[in-house]
């Protein structure tokens, strides 16, 4: 699995939207072409990282629904999608329509948002975020799952809203969390859990791990309903200049191997990698560490 921005090579605030989805194109379709499963553009309106240069990006629903018409096989979804930036319900109707674009492969990624960079200079309310991201999902997970929803809540009201044609198949919800708050919300409504970044596994992890699941045990739902998946930024060291993250992994193919068996090993079902660069050459190199590992 791999996540992919639309910034790469071509990126940077003289870089033409034809290029960049050139080159997104390119690497989704090389990525389904070596065996990869399943491709994640990411939700940014401005550059990913805090401090870092403006580059160039493309909208991410945008993009997910164009992959779905340009892909065959890998299954599409957001690392993640901020819900503070699309009324529910719009949200709502945009992953039905890439479910029907994409023929059944949308994973609907949602989050609470965090960039406020992309806050202030898009005029989005910053105040309540995770009760703003709750109020939410009680619109939008009864509408990807075929239900009528009338909803007056403190920020978002609905009045019979339906998805139609409803989506088909039923779209999963993925979150992203970490926080005990937001642990009870994905354990509530989720059929996955997303947390990132990390390079190996460590005791931080481990600690999260555990947390999802006493957030499990206070919804009194079982450890095996929720599909776990951990995002983990990867470094091919061959090709990278600088030094290493604390969450970045750069050791060799082998190594890279082991490290994915490990997450597997402390209970997760999926690894979404995020590799750097972002070339063919890193995805072969997943690719590679894939085939050769234990399991």
């Known amino acids: 699995m791999l996540p992919m921005s639309e910034s790469d090579s071509t990126s940077g605030p003289g870089a033409s939207g034809a290029a960049i989805w050139s080159e997104a194109v390119a690497f989704a379709k090389h990525a389904e072409d070596i065996g990869l499963d399943s491709v994640w553009p990411s939700d940014h309106f401005l550059s990913e990282a805090p401090g870092s240069p403006v580059e160039g990006t493309l909208e991410g629903w945008t993009v997910l629904s164009a992959l779905g018409a340009v892909t065959n096989r890998v299954e599409l979804g957001q690392m993640v999608m901020c819900v503070s930036y699309r009324d529910p319900g719009l949200l709502a109707k945009m992953a039905s329509t890439a479910q029907a674009v994409s023929g059944g492969r949308v994973t609907l990624g949602v989050g609470a948002g965090w960039y406020d960079r992309e806050y202030t200079a898009f005029g989005y309310p910053m105040d309540h975020r995770v009760d703003r991201f709750e109020e939410a999902l009680q619109v939008i997970v009864p509408l990807i799952r075929g239900e009528a929803v009338s909803f007056d809540g403190r920020y978002y009201q609905t009045n019979e809203a339906a998805l139609l044609p409803p989506p088909s198949p039923s779209i999963p919800l993925l979150i992203a969390a970490k926080g005990p708050r937001m642990l009870r ?32 045990r206070a919804e009194e739902r079982g450890s095996n309903s929720l599909r776990r998946t951990v995002g983990m930024i990867v470094r091919d060291p061959e090709n990278t200049t600088g030094d290493v993250a604390d969450r970045t992994f750069a050791g060799s193919v082998d190594e890279l191997a082991r490290a994915i068996d490990a997450h597997e090993h402390i209970g997760f079902d999926d690894v979404i990698v995020a590799v750097e660069p972002m070339t063919e050459r890193s995805l072969d190199r997943l690719a590679e560490a894939m085939d050769r590992r234990d399991g």
């Open 185 to 216: 919300v994905t354990a509530r409504y989720a059929d996955a859990w997303n947390t990132a970044w990390f390079g190996a596994p460590n005791d931080e992890l481990g600690q999260r791990v555990e947390a999802m699941e006493a957030a499990l």
